[in-house]
């Protein structure tokens, strides 16, 4: 089956700190999503990128989805304690039935 | 914006019980529903794909019988995880596809614990 490769796994940054996080896909998707998830919570969409080479801002978060439609990347600016969480990336593809395919998570801590 | 609810959010039972999970769509129809385990640490691995009005298609790896779903209507569907044992410890969590917005949302998940 298709396999996410996201990194880094854990990243431990200073408060106002800009963040870098990725995935990258042995075959190509649709759509790249990404989500972040809170303790015992279910994750929440963030971004959602649908065409090759589209760059995509909500707020302090910028992610691209790659031109080959292998890989995507999120940026998080300035960052502030409550972006700690573990951020995932999701690929799908339509003819799948709209099925994700999960990257492994980030994790992100935020030192004030 | 749309809302899925799942319940409950945690349950504790003894092993050899069984455990019903629910997810609901609460303003929208979801004609295909998903289910997922997370154990600590881990992404999420799909389960099972639920949709309305016909059997579910459940992953590699993933018994059938013993983790039963029912997708009744296009706002309902159930997880039951029959026959609990501690390795069915962990998060559960369903997702539910808005045909008309074509985007998936996520229930809030369920932490299983079987003593």
């Known amino acids: 089956g298709q396999q996410l490769n996201q990194s880094p796994q854990s990243m431990f940054i200073q408060e106002g700190e800009d963040v870098s996080m990725n995935c990258t896909s042995s075959s190509i998707f649709n759509t790249w999503l990404w989500y972040k998830q809170e303790p015992g919570e279910g994750p929440v969409l963030l971004i959602a990128?649908?065409?090759?080479?589209e760059l995509t801002s909500n707020g302090r978060l910028t992610a691209q989805f790659g031109i080959t439609r292998k890989d995507s990347f999120l940026n998080i600016s300035a960052s502030i304690p409550s972006d700690v969480g573990i951020y995932f990336c999701?690929?799908?593809?339509?003819?799948?039935?709209?099925?994700?395919?999960f990257g492994g998570g980030t994790r992100l801590m935020v030192k004030p | 914006g749309a809302v899925v609810s799942q319940h409950p959010s945690w349950v504790i039972c003894k092993s050899g019980t069984s455990v019903k999970i629910e997810c609901r769509s609460l303003?929208?129809?979801?004609?295909?529903m998903f289910w997922y385990r997370q154990f600590p640490k881990q992404s999420l691995m799909l389960m099972a794909t639920s949709n309305e009005g016909s059997k579910a298609t459940y992953e590699q790896g993933v018994e059938k019988d013993k983790f039963l779903i029912n997708h009744a209507s296009l706002t309902l569907s159930t997880l039951t995880v029959t026959s609990a044992h501690p390795e069915d410890s962990s998060f559960y969590i369903c997702?539910?596809?808005?045909?008309?917005?074509?985007?998936?949302?996520f229930g809030s998940g369920t932490q299983l614990s079987v003593l």
């Open positions: 990128l649908y065409k090759a080479g």
């Open positions: 303003d929208f129809q979801a004609t295909t």
């Open positions: 997702s539910a596809d808005d045909f008309v917005s074509e985007k998936l949302f």
């Open positions: 999701a690929g799908q593809l339509r003819n799948a039935g709209n099925m994700l395919t």
